[in-house]
């Protein structure tokens, strides 16, 4: 006789379930609130202690940890030792694992809940069985979610058992499940969460959720040393701006709005560094974050604390510059070890709807030596200085991405517009009479030669884009009429 083992916390279309399986001649193995709301509902079932031939005990925190139980959940059928061995320790198989675990998300979830009330909602056995179920999905079908229940039911009344691929496919969603039943335990044992005052708007609930192996290099191992709790957007646009920064070596500020630099400057010392940063758009940096790559010396910190800003991140701040800087109880101040920035995470993760989305990181160290002129003007040293400081901001502006600038300013920046020249005319409204000193870096190709022509008009007299469209002799005829230099990096940097 086949056997199927039902403990369920959500009870939820369990009796129709159960009684179905009943029909198709399967014997229900059950334990607690389960077996009584089944045999209420007139579905006969046999205790757990009936088969492992010993009682619940601790408060039901051991029932289903037990060899009769997991023996008959993991051996695998086509091996005659592990059958030889069941039938001598008096073992019977067991075909379908049907478990939901204690409802520990909804336990913490409540605002006044203990931590004895969430240990207590840590489930052990029901992990147990689901992943020994999930193990031999060979010869077991193991369900979790009771959204697959006529799914079974229908392949048992089609064709006597359920498919492999079906036993396979539900395996997978148990240990993706078990997995974020885990995560979600050791998150909030290790305090690694952290409830947010709301998302990215007030009607929005969020978390920070810190990686427990997260780098140095990372907004999750910030010291907090001034400022009110971090929000969602600050967290969001302050990973943004260190992904920026570590592109520079020398010093350098960044300046964040939206995820987005408004600008980006470079010098001798970071003083020079943050006024080249705040002039390359002064309007937009107010109410943004700042990004700065050297220790916060007085004279910054008097410039900083000109102007309203949510966040200042550096690797460290000076004693004076910090009791001033904290004389701003709102101005949130982040230190953090900026000698590890180029170790980083391998791989990054979105979430869409139904699932989530896992690339590798764009970390691509471009290398202008093996940049490609393709127009008969070649640039100019300072054009070529000037083309790979501002490739590197480009890389990080929401496409379609233009940006203009110096050897060592952002002057106009054009992002996220649904057409190339759009963005092109906001980055060079941005830039104003500068852009004539400007080069232009496009994060992917032209696929009209508009952009080029536009450019020559407003005195850009260089430009660096992947190259790659089946119109790029378009764009490269419009250089050479106007006399511009265009190099190729065949390397594109979308940024969605």
């Known amino acids: 006789m086949r056997r199927a083992l039902i403990s369920v916390s959500d009870k939820n279309g369990i009796?129709?379930?159960?009684?179905?399986?009943?029909?198709?001649?399967?014997?229900?193995?059950?334990t607690g609130g389960t077996k009584r709301a089944l045999e209420e509902a007139g579905v006969a079932t046999v205790g757990i202690e009936e088969v492992t031939g010993f009682p619940e005990m601790l408060d039901g925190r051991v029932k289903t940890l037990h060899p009769k139980?997991?023996?008959?959940?993991?051996?695998?059928?086509?091996?005659?030792?592990?059958?030889?061995?069941?039938?001598?320790?008096?073992?019977?198989?067991?075909?379908?694992?049907?478990?939901?675990?204690?409802?520990?998300?909804?336990?913490?979830?409540?605002?006044?809940?203990?931590?004895?009330?969430?240990?207590?909602?840590?489930?052990?056995?029901?992990?147990?069985m689901l992943r020994s179920a999930a193990k031999n999905y060979a010869a077991v079908t193991v369900i979790t979610d009771p959204a697959d229940y006529?799914?079974?039911?229908?392949?048992?009344?089609?064709?006597?058992?359920?498919?492999?691929?079906?036993?396979?496919?539900?395996?997978?969603?148990?240990?993706?499940?078990?997995?974020?039943?885990d995560g979600l335990i050791a998150r909030y044992l290790g305090n690694r969460e952290t409830v947010l005052r709301y998302g990215e708007n007030p009607q929005q609930q969020a978390s920070f959720i810190r990686d427990a192996e997260a780098p140095a290099f990372s907004i999750a191992a910030a010291k907090q040393l001034n400022g009110k709790e971090l929000s969602y957007n600050n967290i969001r646009d302050a990973d943004a701006g260190l992904r920026m920064i570590r592109e520079y070596s020398e010093p350098t500020v960044v300046a964040i709005k939206h995820m987005n630099p408004c600008g980006i400057g470079t010098a001798d010392t970071i003083f020079g560094a943050f006024q080249k940063a705040f002039d390359a758009d002064p309007v937009s940096i107010f109410g943004g974050i700042v990004i700065l790559n050297r220790p916060v010396d007085l004279a910054t910190a008097e410039k900083l604390s000109a102007i309203f800003l949510e966040i200042i991140v550096a690797p460290a701040f000076e004693p004076e510059a910090l009791a001033l800087l904290s004389k701003k109880k709102n101005l949130r101040l982040l230190q953090l070890d900026f000698s590890?920035?180029?170790?980083?995470?391998?791989?990054?993760?979105?979430?869409?709807?139904?699932?989530y989305l896992e690339q590798d990181m764009d970390t691509t160290a471009d290398d202008p030596a093996a940049w490609q002129c393709v127009t008969e003007r070649q640039p100019t040293e300072e054009e070529m200085r000037a083309l790979a400081f501002n490739w590197k901001a480009v890389k990080h502006v929401k496409s379609n991405a233009i940006v203009l600038g110096t050897a060592s300013q952002t002057l106009g920046i054009g992002a996220g517009q649904m057409n190339r020249i759009g963005s092109l005319k906001i980055a060079a409204e941005q830039a104003g009479a500068r852009t004539a000193d400007c080069v232009l870096a496009s994060d992917a190709f032209f696929p009209m030669d508009d952009s080029v022509a536009f450019a020559a008009e407003h005195g850009i007299r260089a430009i660096v884009q992947p190259g790659g469209s089946i119109k790029d002799q378009d764009s490269i005829d419009m250089a050479n009429k106007h006399g511009i230099a265009m190099v190729f990096t065949g390397v594109r940097h979308f940024k969605h």
């Open 150 to 181: 006529d799914r079974v039911l229908a392949e048992l009344k089609a064709g006597g058992e359920t498919t492999l691929a079906t036993r396979k496919e539900l395996a997978a969603k148990v240990f993706a499940h078990t997995s974020a039943y």
């Open 15 to 30: 009796v129709a379930f159960a009684k179905e399986l009943a029909n198709q001649g399967i014997e229900i193995i059950s």
């Open 340 to 355: 590890s920035q180029n170790q980083h995470n391998a791989r990054e993760f979105v979430s869409v709807l139904g699932g």
């Open 69 to 128: 139980i997991h023996g008959g959940l993991l051996a695998r059928r086509d091996l005659d030792s592990h059958l030889s061995q069941l039938a001598a320790h008096d073992i019977q198989p067991i075909d379908f694992v049907c478990v939901n675990l204690y409802p520990f998300a909804e336990t913490i979830s409540k605002p006044d809940v203990t931590l004895d009330e969430a240990i207590e909602n840590i489930d052990i056995g029901g992990p147990s």
